[in-house]
């Protein structure tokens, strides 16, 4: 009996947390209304802390969700055995997903909720993907944690003029092979000067 109550409360959460990645894709993610929110999953305001203490754990929930579904998409992957080119893949992969929601993006890579910090249980996840994606970069011949960073923030970079400027195009993004390429190049360029 336990296990089903468990299971039911398990998917209630699950259907809030998709509810309020919908209302956030026409609300913003700041705006998020528990109001609304309670409303769209036919309950009243109160009974939503029953799921959530706050509407920080809300959003706790929201990126944990986030990157999960992120994970799901890294993990269907076929990376080539070619260092460079799974990069490519994987970053590739990880860029589309940013790009294809907004409200996402911003709360996954941009922290705009004043006060939020994802918990150290949540936060897991974002580890993952950055462990994975470091994993690569080591392969593809990036030895520094500096090199990786700077690898990282050019990314961020791309996707945030993209999102900002063409968030229904491809003016940034359709670049990112190039710039990788010109990435995992610059440290044997530094290697070769005296």
């Given at each position: 009996m336990?296990?089903?109550?468990?299971q039911?409360?398990e998917?209630?959460?699950a259907?809030?947390?998709?509810?309020a990645?919908?209302l956030?894709?026409?609300?913003?993610?700041?705006?998020?209304s528990l109001?609304?929110?309670?409303?769209e999953?036919?309950m009243?305001?109160?009974s939503l802390?029953?799921?959530?203490?706050?509407?920080?754990?809300?959003?706790?929930a929201?990126?944990?969700?986030g990157n999960?579904?992120l994970?799901a998409?890294?993990d269907?992957?076929?990376l080539p055995?070619?260092?460079r080119?799974a990069?490519?893949?994987?970053?590739?992969t990880?860029?589309?997903?940013a790009v294809?929601d907004r409200?996402?993006?911003?709360?996954?890579l941009?922290r705009p909720?004043?006060?939020?910090?994802p918990?150290?249980?949540?936060?897991?996840?974002?580890q993952?993907?950055m462990?994975?994606?470091?994993?690569?970069?080591?392969?593809?011949?990036?030895?520094?944690?500096?090199?990786?960073?700077c690898?990282v923030?050019?990314v961020?970079?791309?996707?945030?003029?993209?999102?900002?400027?063409?968030?229904?195009?491809?003016?940034?993004?359709?670049?990112?092979?190039?710039l990788?390429?010109?990435?995992?190049?610059?440290?044997?360029r530094?290697r070769r000067?005296?």
């Amino acid at each position: 009996m336990v296990g089903k109550v468990a299971q039911r409360r398990e998917e209630r959460t699950a259907e809030i947390v998709a509810a309020a990645w919908e209302l956030s894709s026409t609300q913003g993610i700041g705006a998020l209304s528990l109001h609304a929110l309670a409303r769209e999953v036919g309950m009243r305001q109160p009974s939503l802390y029953v799921y959530f203490d706050s509407k920080m754990a809300l959003y706790d929930a929201m990126f944990a969700d986030g990157n999960r579904q992120l994970l799901a998409r890294l993990d269907a992957l076929e990376l080539p055995v070619d260092p460079r080119a799974a990069v490519k893949v994987f970053v590739r992969t990880f860029v589309d997903f940013a790009v294809e929601d907004r409200e996402r993006y911003a709360l996954l890579l941009q922290r705009p909720i004043p006060g939020f910090v994802p918990t150290a249980s949540s936060y897991e996840f974002a580890q993952d993907v950055m462990s994975r994606l470091t994993e690569l970069l080591r392969a593809a011949g990036l030895e520094s944690q500096d090199d990786v960073d700077c690898f990282v923030a050019m990314v961020a970079g791309l996707i945030a003029a993209q999102i900002g400027n063409e968030p229904d195009g491809d003016r940034w993004t359709r670049h990112l092979d190039r710039l990788t390429d010109m990435y995992l190049d610059e440290p044997k360029r530094r290697r070769r000067r005296p």
